[in-house]
């Protein structure tokens, strides 16, 4: 957050203030929906059009903001950010589609480390492996709680 | 004076060298399994529980009560030394403590966060065990309306976790007010904001919440600075012990975090949470040196440390006296103390004296024990900051989210996690601060109840918040703590006109 | 929240059926309790595991906890993963289907096999110490004088003690619909607002408050069992001349399309386990009452609970 941005439209605000919009208008619209009322005080709309307001509120200060100057996010390292990506992607499709918990845990690793410049897969698909069979060997055999199992996890 | 009696004896069963060393494992499998983030307190007792089975009833509750504070204790860690709050309680502690940690004084926030810990504990175990019976009655006076009045000042103390930008942090709030809102209200069965997803009926996860924000979203934005950036930033300075200046910061934060802690984790609906975030607004207001908020305050891990465990101490107040659990972790021990053919309860204290005051001597034990073996271990976890970055993060993002699924073996809340990770990714880029989404989650549901409690049982009328003296003077401070800031503004600003 | 298996009791167990008769029969089963660990399903599955191992009615048993939703997550998940299967077994109850109901759940009792209803316990109806309220005609009197002013306190939205609350003021005579009824998490909150007299009276299992009661903190007006219940001196309140009844039972389901064989072989396990001297004590210990009914009475009995709490949350207004 080093230099500010002068003049002129500042995007990501605009754009946090649109999605601030449409959470108030989905929240305002499920709570005119609702069909249980309560029968003394406030029902359960009550909160919902409250925080609905209120994001609409902070959606009008966004779009104001977003016309004055505001401090311009850093560069970043796309990459990298995509490597993590690929990281909770595969574990989360390896719990999906029952590759189980060793598997998805070692593909985070290796790629949250690529992610981070490392170029020795072999090495920390090692380190993952044993991370992963580490930590579904403590919970499942010592506290038994069931993490995901898989292939990996059946031949324990 | 028998009590005094009992409390003797309750100590030298506690004191037996077996005894003792049933305290120490309670307290190392606590601790253990307590620092894994995304696995709190409750979780860990559930799992380590039926361990104690095994034992006589004296060595099972000694342990047991190694394993509570343990437990409570855990989750600090990795808040302070990996910006991951294990639990909600300890969100707060992240705060400042990891920002020590990244200054090199991981080691002095470590220590502050067990001594303090210690401390509250110490205090609110004494309390526990004098005061409880007084306390509970004062305890169950306290209606919908009072709750109320604490969360609005909790509310506005939230503020003190803004940083520079009030839109921003308002906006953070407001994200969590609305997570909130998701699932079945509790008052009228209505469903809020679930869409037809079953998992979302029963609301958000806090600490699924927390971990997203907190670790995953701190991994992808130093991922994405990692390139430019040729730091090591989070190399030790200086020693890691606390300074005489650290100590003399450290001991009031100490005692006012339980002031606060006790009190509100006697209540039945007080909570952990609340008083953390009390003490490090208070702790903010009292500090000489304000500006080091948010850079690394050592009263900012002192005063909240200190806070959540007298809460817990608190918690066994109702727990004990009602047989009323009032958090899910006291939920688990209900079922513990069961096992031990103890029913809590108003006659508990009359019936089986000499079980209570066992479990009071085996908590002091066990707090005991909780400082020696961690304390040496400060040295240890400090080290963990070595591991180089590819490892550490990816370590840390493996243990997140096996938290969160051991804890809850679902894909949707896998996929909740990951969300709320790209969530904190972009709150962090654009400068806005993620503590209040967090906040806004526990704090927003217990308002919206408790309000409408309070309105149901007036049939509507307001007025019922201001007739009780209790909430009319937490309201009126919450509204004096909310303008206070701005009339002072305006009249520096004015007199800054007239010179 | 909490969803995991118990195991290191299980293990422990484990080493204790090993010392069981030869005669064990080699069930390894998985009982999913729709709930967080310390809730009431979850301590029946424990229990029900406890003593299935104890007595050598299953080799192994392992506990399995999906909270959510009243039940109807965990009953979802069930009625999807055990299909057909001869090793699962779902515990569930009546606040379960007042759940499915309100919820509009996409699953009912109706898609799980019936194996045995276990317990029943008594709901109390009690007010606070200093109410002036001594009796049960008093409190009927109560509502008949002011509805609006009869603040009850109690479970969550549609369970059990809403349910008990609407039928006491259906019985006064006033519309159901306008009972005040404050609704708390758990048992817990609600003792809280009882003790500092917040409410005008409670509803709870009576278990849960029987510590206030014996201590004279609360008073006891009634209980909704059909009968009186050794040991609790507070009257049914048929015996009382209301006509109501509510029990807050719980059994056990196993998938749907399980063979008959299998579903034989279940039901003789939980059969004897229930009639074990083991599960008398241990339900002793937990103050739950029996309230066992084979496979054939249980699914008659869910019907005709399924009839009986939809009407009455229709006239609460909580199902259309």
């Given at each position: 957050m080093t230099s500010t941005q002068d003049a002129g439209l500042h995007r990501p605000t605009l754009i946090i203030g649109l999605a601030l919009f449409a959470l108030a208008m989905i929240t305002f619209h499920d709570a005119w929906n609702m069909k249980i009322r309560a029968s003394y005080g406030m029902g359960a709309d009550a909160a919902s059009y409250f925080v609905a307001g209120f994001l609409g509120l902070l959606a009008i200060g966004h779009l104001i903001a977003a016309f004055r100057p505001q401090p311009e996010a850093d560069a970043a390292d796309w990459a990298g950010v995509i490597w993590v990506s690929l990281g909770l992607a595969g574990l989360t499709l390896s719990v999906w589609l029952g590759g189980g918990f060793i598997l998805g845990s070692t593909l985070l690793f290796v790629l949250t480390a690529r992610a981070f410049g490392r170029k020795a897969i072999l090495t920390d698909l090692l380190i993952g492996l044993a991370l992963g069979l580490g930590i579904f060997l403590l919970f499942n055999k010592l506290l038994t709680l069931a993490l995901p199992a898989g292939p990996l996890e059946r031949l324990f | 004076m028998d009590s005094i009696l009992y409390l003797l004896g309750g100590f030298a069963t506690a004191l037996e060298p077996m005894n003792l060393t049933f305290a120490a494992i309670g307290v190392m499998l606590g601790t253990a399994v307590g620092v894994l983030p995304g696995i709190g307190p409750a979780l860990t007792v559930a799992l380590l529980l039926p361990i104690t089975f095994k034992l006589d009833p004296g060595g099972s509750l000694i342990m047991f009560a190694g394993i509570y504070y343990g437990g409570m204790y855990g989750g600090s860690t990795t808040a302070i030394l990996l910006n991951t709050p294990g639990e909600s309680a300890s969100v707060v502690t992240a705060l400042e403590g990891n920002q020590m940690a990244k200054r090199g004084r991981g080691g002095p926030a470590l220590a502050t966060a067990a001594i303090g810990s210690f401390v509250a504990a110490l205090i609110a175990t004494a309390g526990l065990a004098f005061f409880a019976p007084i306390l509970v009655k004062l305890a169950v006076k306290f209606g919908p309306w009072d709750y109320f009045g604490l969360m609005l000042i909790a509310f506005i103390t939230v503020s003190a976790t803004f940083g520079s930008s009030p839109l921003r942090g308002l906006t953070s709030l407001g994200i969590g007010l609305w997570l909130g809102l998701v699932g079945i209200d509790q008052l009228t069965g209505q469903t809020r904001l679930a869409f037809g997803v079953p998992n979302l009926m029963d609301g958000i996860e806090v600490t699924t919440l927390a971990v997203g924000l907190f670790a995953l979203g701190e991994a992808l934005f130093v991922v994405s600075r990692h390139a430019f950036s040729d730091d090591a930033p989070m190399a030790i300075k200086g020693s890691i012990w606390m300074s005489r200046e650290d100590w003399s910061r450290s001991w009031r934060p100490w005692l006012r975090g339980t002031a606060v802690g006790f009190p509100i984790g006697a209540l039945p609906a007080g909570g952990a949470e609340i008083p953390t975030f009390l003490s490090y607004t208070m702790e903010r207001k009292l500090a000489k040196r304000p500006e080091e908020f948010g850079h690394g305050a050592i009263e900012g891990v002192a005063g909240p440390e200190a806070a959540n465990n007298a809460s817990a101490a608190g918690t066994l107040v109702p727990l004990l006296t009602l047989g009323l659990p009032t958090s899910a972790t006291a939920a688990v021990m209900l079922a513990g103390f069961q096992q031990y053919n103890l029913q809590p309860g108003p006659l508990l204290f009359v019936q089986h004296p000499a079980l209570v005051w066992g479990l009071v001597a085996s908590l002091f034990i066990a707090n005991v024990m909780l400082l020696v073996l961690n304390l040496p271990m400060v040295g240890l976890w400090v080290k963990l900051l070595k591991i180089p970055l590819p490892w550490l993060y990816g370590g840390i993002l493996v243990f997140a989210s096996m938290g969160t699924i051991a804890a809850n073996p679902s894909v949707v809340e896998l996929l909740m996690l990951v969300g709320f990770g790209f969530l904190g990714f972009v709150m962090r880029r654009y400068d806005y601060p993620v503590a209040p989404a967090v906040v806004g989650l526990i704090l927003g549901p217990m308002a919206d109840s408790q309000l409408r409690r309070a309105l149901q049982m007036s049939l509507g009328d307001p007025m019922i918040l201001l007739q009780h003296p209790g909430s009319a003077t937490m309201i009126g401070i919450a509204v004096l703590a909310l303008i206070a800031p701005f009339l002072f503004k305006g009249l520096s600003r004015f007199r800054q006109d007239e010179d | 929240m909490n969803k995991f298996v118990s195991g290191l009791g299980a293990a422990w167990l484990a080493a204790l059926v090993a010392a069981a008769p030869a005669s064990a029969q080699d069930l390894e089963l998985a009982i999913t309790a729709p709930a967080g660990a310390g809730g009431g399903w979850d301590s029946a599955a424990r229990s029900l595991q406890e003593v299935m191992m104890a007595t050598g009615n299953a080799k192994s048993?392992?506990?399995?906890?999906?909270?959510?939703?009243?039940?109807?997550?965990?009953?979802?998940?069930?009625?999807?993963?055990?299909?057909?299967?001869?090793?699962?077994?779902?515990?569930?109850?009546?606040?379960?289907?007042?759940?499915?109901?309100?919820?509009?759940?996409?699953?009912?009792?109706?898609?799980?096999?019936?194996?045995?209803?276990?317990?029943?316990?008594?709901?109390?109806?009690?007010?606070?110490?200093?109410?002036?309220?001594?009796?049960?005609?008093?409190?009927?009197?109560?509502?008949?004088?002011?509805?609006?002013?009869?603040?009850?306190?109690?479970?969550?939205?549609?369970?059990?003690?809403?349910?008990?609350?609407?039928?006491?003021?259906?019985?006064?005579?006033?519309?159901?619909?306008?009972?005040?009824?404050?609704?708390?998490?758990?048992?817990?909150?609600?003792?809280?607002?009882?003790?500092?007299?917040?409410?005008?009276?409670?509803?709870?299992?009576?278990?849960?408050?029987?510590?206030?009661?014996?201590?004279?903190?609360?008073?006891?007006?009634?209980?909704?069992?059909?009968?009186?219940?050794?040991?609790?001196?507070?009257?049914?309140?048929?015996?009382?001349?209301?006509?109501?009844?509510?029990?807050?039972?719980?059994?056990?389901?196993?998938?749907?399309?399980?063979?008959?064989?299998?579903?034989?072989?279940?039901?003789?396990?939980?059969?004897?386990?229930?009639?074990?001297?083991?599960?008398?004590?241990?339900?002793?210990?937990?103050?739950?009452?029996?309230?066992?009914?084979?496979?054939?009475?249980?699914?008659?009995?869910?019907?005709?609970?399924?009839?009986?709490?939809?009407?009455?949350?229709?006239?609460?207004g909580l199902a259309d």
């Open positions: - | - | 048993v392992q506990v399995i906890n999906v909270p959510g939703a009243g039940g109807t997550v965990g009953l979802a998940q069930f009625v999807q993963g055990a299909d057909g299967k001869s090793d699962q077994l779902l515990v569930g109850g009546i606040t379960m289907v007042g759940a499915i109901i309100t919820n509009d759940a996409p699953y009912d009792l109706t898609n799980v096999t019936p194996i045995a209803r276990l317990t029943g316990d008594p709901l109390v109806v009690a007010v606070p110490a200093s109410s002036p309220y001594q009796t049960m005609a008093d409190l009927v009197a109560g509502i008949q004088k002011d509805v609006e002013h009869t603040i009850w306190a109690g479970g969550s939205a549609g369970g059990a003690d809403h349910i008990l609350a609407a039928l006491v003021t259906q019985a006064a005579g006033v519309d159901p619909a306008k009972v005040n009824y404050v609704a708390y998490s758990g048992g817990g909150e609600s003792l809280a607002a009882m003790l500092g007299g917040q409410v005008t009276a409670g509803v709870s299992g009576y278990g849960e408050w029987q510590g206030q009661i014996r201590s004279g903190d609360l008073r006891a007006l009634a209980i909704s069992y059909p009968e009186p219940i050794e040991g609790i001196a507070a009257q049914p309140l048929k015996a009382q001349g209301y006509d109501i009844e509510l029990v807050n039972w719980r059994g056990v389901f196993a998938g749907p399309n399980v063979s008959d064989d299998a579903k034989a072989k279940l039901e003789e396990a939980v059969a004897k386990t229930v009639a074990s001297p083991e599960w008398k004590e241990l339900i002793n210990a937990r103050g739950w009452s029996d309230y066992y009914a084979p496979s054939a009475e249980f699914t008659d009995f869910i019907a005709s609970e399924t009839d009986r709490v939809g009407s009455i949350l229709k006239s609460i």
